[in-house]
């Protein structure tokens, strides 16, 4: 593990591994290099990348300076890039591939993007009320019902987050609770304008067996970027295994090499 510090001083923890192009990937909220599909996916793609994984601020090895800001993570994610070689392919999962999408946005060196379920909503006004009331909770010390209550406001079936809060993980989740509302921030920051001047070629991925949203904002994603593709796998709600999707990803990115 090494560390860079970002723009406002912020230690970011990172790592890689592998040897070729440059493939920085992005977690989800919840999501660090000590919890959650990146570092599997990593390994599954170092025989063709150098691929790069961080902890997103507040979460694992990194630091989290406040006030928080969208912005400060754009820059979180140059400063990844930059100690990644000065340039990089991007993979983003769910709010972790909006983040992505605005360092594309913001003119960070991305080359490519690929995207899984990312959620977008293009057709009506997004409000961070959520992020909001995950403030209080976490300020009231209910980390616990923070985590419940944003995996209730982004749409989580019942039985999953009934599941998750009964799993030996779950303090990891309340330990790095106050980042949900970070994630909220995130999905609400993305315009129509601004997904529109994305001009780099950008896969959005979905599984087959997400519900009818996910699916839908996906391929609403891809038919607004200017030179976004479309693809549907087999996969489990909300997620893809590495099996299936690191093949694809591989293929997408391996054709620029």
């Given amino acids: 593990m090494a560390t860079v510090t970002s723009r406002d001083g912020t230690r970011i923890g990172f790592e890689q591994a592998g040897t070729g192009p440059t493939l920085v990937l992005v977690d989800a909220a919840g999501g660090f290099r000590g919890f959650g599909p990146m570092g599997s996916l990593a390994e599954h793609l170092s025989d063709r990348f150098t691929v790069v994984t961080y902890d997103r601020r507040g979460r694992g090895e990194s630091g989290d300076t406040p006030p928080y800001a969208v912005e400060r993570e754009v820059e979180d994610l140059a400063t990844v890039i930059e100690a990644g070689g000065g340039s990089a392919f991007v993979h983003g ?120 949203r996910l699916r839908g904002w996906a391929a609403d994603a891809a038919t607004a970027l200017p030179r976004g593709r479309h693809l549907t796998l087999k996969g489990e709600w909300h997620g893809v295994s590495d099996d299936v999707l690191a093949p694809a990803l591989a293929d997408f990115f391996g054709g620029a090499v």
């Fill in 93 to 212: 999962f769910s709010s972790g591939a909006v983040l992505a999408l605005l360092g594309a946005a913001a003119g960070l060196p991305i080359s490519m993007l690929s995207l899984l379920e990312p959620p977008i909503v293009l057709d009506q006004p997004r409000e961070d009320d959520l992020a909001a009331e995950i403030d209080e909770l976490v300020a009231a010390g209910r980390r616990a019902d923070a985590v419940e209550h944003f995996h209730t406001g982004i749409g989580v079936p019942a039985e999953i987050t009934a599941e998750m809060r009964r799993a030996p993980f779950f303090p990891l989740l309340e330990g790095i609770a106050h980042t949900l509302a970070y994630d909220s921030r995130i999905t609400t920051a993305l315009s129509h304008d601004s997904l529109r001047s994305v001009t780099v070629p950008a896969l959005v991925v979905n599984s087959e067996s997400s519900d009818d």
